[in-house]
């Protein structure tokens, strides 16, 4: 059984910062991208962040620069550290394992894990 499971979602102040995790279980890490997307209320579902198998990173341009992906395939587990939060950053972020080693392809998702960025 395949389980994405995130955590360190919360309520932070403009300009602050989050990190979170999604550990996985039940698929082979290291092969599957892996990466986050987020879903604001009446907006679509959209990548914010994804690495390939190899580390290779890429974002869009609303998370360049102020988003870090990372992975640890030894702990199978994929991190979001979000500097400089706004609050329309505010959204549920899920973790995903891409098939094909793309991001853009999700196999698995995560519950989700609500960031609310709010002063």
């Known amino acids: 059984q395949v389980q994405l499971v995130e955590s360190g979602g919360g309520l932070v102040q403009p300009g602050g910062s989050l990190r979170l995790s999604c550990a996985a279980s039940?698929?082979?890490?290291?092969?599957?991208?892996m990466g986050w997307y987020r879903q604001a209320p009446g907006k679509q579902r959209e990548l914010v962040a994804g690495i390939t198998r190899g580390g290779s990173t890429n974002y869009p341009d609303t998370a360049k620069g102020r988003f870090t992906v990372s992975r640890d395939n030894a702990k199978n587990t994929v991190y979001l550290q979000m500097n400089n939060l706004k609050p329309e950053d505010t959204a549920v972020y899920y973790c995903?394992?891409?098939?094909?080693?793309?991001?853009?392809?999700?196999?698995?998702w995560g519950q989700g894990t609500q960031v609310t960025v709010s002063s």
């Open positions: 995903i394992a891409g098939a094909y080693n793309s991001v853009a392809v999700p196999a698995y």
């Open positions: 039940g698929i082979i890490f290291s092969i599957y991208a």
